[in-house]
């Protein structure tokens, strides 16, 4: 076995590690941003798509003709263009021919390509496409030099660099992309507006960002909505290339008669799938988290139809509008972030006056570099055309050589025409362009125009045609050279291309029409959750094992009741469905439902840990009803407590509220309400101890301070009560004791305290009298 060579000295690179990954982390940095995720400002494109509309061009699939195979496109692009996988390219196609993604389809596509509701395209086996109209005219002059072209990755065959772009279509489809460490969001807007921008800054170079913002007002999204950003915000947005846009859905309120009605949306903010906003509104509904909603129905077909129904007419539409804005996507925020290729290699984030003004620049170009290959054309034709008349000026000449000469290339070449220049018509006198006093010679092109002749063409009808023609192409030649040398025809020809295009697609057409409009945000108060709901009495039932109910009405708190089995009442109490009701849990945390929300009374109830995130080694201790302005004392078994207000314990999330602190193996009392001046505690000694409730501080969440003093145990039971009224407690056979005189277990905070008065309960509770 040959054993292992070192390599050469010269193919071993040594350099610090830091510089190595920093460089090769650069390279990977700029591929990603200049050839992947940001778009080039002068056609709107990301190298994907402009491949993608290359390579169609050359399967020559326009606007007006057949349909192909979406799996050819994106092989011919991925073999020929774009060494990545088909389906990313498919993906990339398939989201240009996707009306509700794209406010001017650059794809015409032909089967399944998804829809609004998210549904994906179908495999590109079974779609077919071809290119749009906008597209041809992003297109158009690749033929006359327009752009430079570059080899393609393996280098057998090139490629544009970039497209000429007849339209602005950067921002009338907008962009979107992440590279490293930046990101572009660029929304769509409308071509008729981005076209009269332009028209102004040709005749106005320095107009202000406020002068364009009457032009192009705002995006202009595929699926329509309302814009409701101010016009400040949008003017800065657009002068710093940086903000945002509030989008609201499309809705208007359907009259059923006899006072009913019901908001029908009919169209929905620009990037938000129907199927996942459907969902999310019905759960809303099945969750009662927006109680004067009563159902939700999609009833639409080729259009958007999404009906809302109240839950009475009584309601107020923009009060339930603007609730469902602020829970749901029918209101939705567009980030701008105009970050971009400015000139096909520096990404910088512009504003909207310079995006337009570098797409204006690269237009000129275009202009100025098929105006030169016009020339060059008009030359050569030219050339030809001298030839063509020489040829009908010395015509038995020509023929003779043509009949006779061995050689009649190098014969026409080598001849001297001279004055045989000028032949005498009875019709008139046909001059040559050229001059006459001296010998003249045919070029190698025009030799081999006249050998390709046809017979036909030699009459005198071609020779008039030919004259015609010379002196058309000499004219246009002079305009051309008008052009080349003036920068005001420059912009008027730019110009006229513009209105050209805004024939082809403004707002007299049905696809250039706004779809966007812009209104005042509706603002309407913050209506408390309970005025949304209608009060109606319930009363309240929740089991041992945490099932919960709401019964009809108020029932008598000892009715009988069926539970599941090994489970039975637990709390039973009369509510209203405007409450609000706090579960406090063992481990010190509350937890606020709307008693409006809780399930019906027909069944078992439904757990109460799946309405909110309460662990199942925490016990429920006590659900109370939240009153405001009330005050509770909280206290722990350890002996530990504090008076807190009843409104820091109110939490709407689903994971509660943390308020008192407990530790591992203690667990919390029931919460109790704070109306009196003395507060009495008995431990699991049987020790009574009464104090003065002003020795309780009041605090939000904590551990407290301590309330009695033990030995041994904890604390078993915690009141609040009035000295002047002494203490009250029922005995186990119903009979209600009263103690008077608490003189004897009066004393302060922490202290031990002294044996129960004769008769408490056994089970160290301050039961209700």
Same mark, same amino acid.
């Given at each position: ?344 290699? /520096?990404? &910088?984030?512009?504003? @909207?006056? !310079? +995006? ?7 237009? #000129?170009?275009?202009? %100025? =570099? ?65 001059? /006459?006093? &001296?010998?003249?010679? @045919?070029? !190698? +092109? ?7 002749? #046809?017979?036909?063409? %030699? =009459? ?73 709901? !209608? ?8 089991? #041992?094992?945490?099932?919960? =109910? ?220």
């Amino acid at each position: 076995m040959d054993e292992p060579t070192d390599p050469p000295a010269e193919a071993v690179i040594s350099e610090p590690l830091r510089r190595a990954i920093g460089d090769r982390y650069l390279t990977y940095a700029l591929s990603t941003i200049m050839n992947r995720a940001l778009p080039d400002a002068r056609d709107g494109l990301k190298p994907v798509h402009r491949r993608i509309l290359y390579a169609m061009r050359e399967l020559r699939l326009s606007s007006n003709g057949g349909f192909r195979k979406s799996a050819k496109i994106s092989g011919d692009v991925m073999g020929n263009y774009h060494p990545h996988g088909d389906a990313a390219i498919y993906d990339a196609m398939a989201r240009l021919a996707q009306d509700f993604n794209v406010r001017y389809p650059l794809v015409d596509g032909q089967g399944n390509f998804g829809n609004i509701d998210g549904d994906n395209p179908a495999a590109a086996r079974y779609t077919e496409a071809r290119m749009t109209a906008l597209a041809e005219a992003l297109l158009d002059g690749l033929d006359e030099d327009a752009v430079d072209f570059r080899d393609n990755y393996d280098g057998t065959l090139r490629e544009p660099v970039v497209l000429p772009a007849a339209v602005p279509n950067l921002l009338a489809n907008g962009a979107a992309g992440i590279a490293v460490g930046m990101a572009t969001n660029i929304p769509p807007h409308n071509l008729d507006e981005l076209i009269a921008a332009c028209l102004h800054l040709i005749k106005s170079p320095n107009a202000r960002d406020e002068t364009l913002l009457e032009h192009v007002p705002g995006p202009d999204f595929p699926t329509g909505g309302l814009i409701v950003e101010p016009r400040e915000s949008i003017l800065e947005a657009y002068r710093t290339g940086r903000g945002a846009f509030r989008l609201r859905a499309r809705h208007h309120v359907e009259e059923l008669g006899k006072g009913q009605w019901q908001i029908v949306v009919t169209e929905i903010p620009y990037q938000v799938q129907k199927g996942k906003l459907i969902e999310k509104l019905a759960e809303l509904v099945t969750t009662k988290r927006v109680p004067i909603l009563a159902d939700i129905r999609d009833e639409s077909a080729d259009d958007i139809r999404i009906v809302l129904e109240p839950k009475s007419r009584n309601v107020d539409p923009d009060v339930l509008m603007n609730t469902l804005y602020r829970l749901s996507e029918l209101e939705t925020r567009f980030a701008l972030n105009m970050n971009v290729l400015i000139d096909g290699l /520096t990404p &910088r984030v512009c504003s @909207l006056r !310079e +995006v337009l003004q570098a797409f204006l620049d690269h237009r #000129r170009q275009v202009l %100025l =570099r098929r105006s030169r290959h016009r020339m060059q054309r008009i030359d050569h034709r030219l050339e030809v055309l001298e030839g063509f008349i020489l040829a009908f000026l010395n015509l038995d000449r020509v023929i003779d050589i043509i009949r006779y000469d061995d050689a009649p290339k190098a014969a026409l070449m080598h001849e001297p025409w001279g004055e045989g220049y000028v032949r005498a018509r009875d019709e008139g006198d046909y001059r040559s362009p050229l001059p /006459t006093d &001296r010998d003249q010679t @045919l070029t !190698e +092109v025009q030799a081999e125009a006249i050998l390709n002749m #046809r017979l036909r063409a %030699l =009459r005198r009808l071609e020779e008039m045609a030919l004259l015609r023609e010379r002196d058309a192409l000499m004219a246009e030649r002079a305009g051309l050279e008008d052009l080349l040398a003036q920068e005001g025809l420059q912009w008027k020809a730019i110009a006229d291309e513009l209105r050209a295009q805004r024939k082809l697609f403004g707002k007299a057409t049905e696809l250039g029409r706004r779809r966007s409009d812009f209104a005042d945000a509706v603002e309407v108060e913050d209506v408390p959750l309970e005025a949304m709901i !209608e009060r109606e009495p319930i009363t309240v039932v929740c089991s #041992r094992m945490g099932w919960i =109910r709401a019964l009809s009405g108020h029932q008598p708190l000892d009715r009988e009741l069926k539970f599941k089995d090994g489970d039975g009442p637990a709390f039973k109490f009369h509510a209203e469905t405007t409450d609000r009701l706090i579960v406090w849990g063992s481990d010190g945390r509350a937890f606020t439902i709307q008693a409006s929300a809780l399930p019906g009374g027909r069944g078992m109830g439904e757990p109460l840990r799946l309405m909110i995130d309460l662990p199942n080694e925490t016990a429920i201790v006590d659900i109370l009803i939240h009153q405001p302005g009330r005050k509770l004392l909280l206290a722990s078994n350890r002996g530990d407590g504090f008076v807190v207000p009843e409104a820091e314990m109110v939490a709407m999330r689903r994971a509660g509220k943390q308020v008192l602190t407990v530790k591992a193996g203690d667990a919390a009392l029931r919460p109790i309400v704070a109306e009196g001046d003395h507060v009495a505690c008995i431990g699991d000694n049987r020790k009574m101890l009464v104090f003065p409730l002003t020795e309780l501080p009041e605090m939000l969440r904590g551990k407290g301070v301590r309330l009695q003093k033990f030995k041994d145990g904890g604390l078993s039971d915690v009141t609040v009560l009035t000295l002047a009224d002494g203490l009250r407690w029922a005995d186990p056979a119903g009979r209600i004791r009263y103690e008077p005189d608490l003189a004897e277990w009066l004393g302060q905070r922490a202290q031990s305290g002294r044996m129960a008065p004769r008769g408490f309960p056994r089970d160290n509770r301050f039961a209700p009298a």
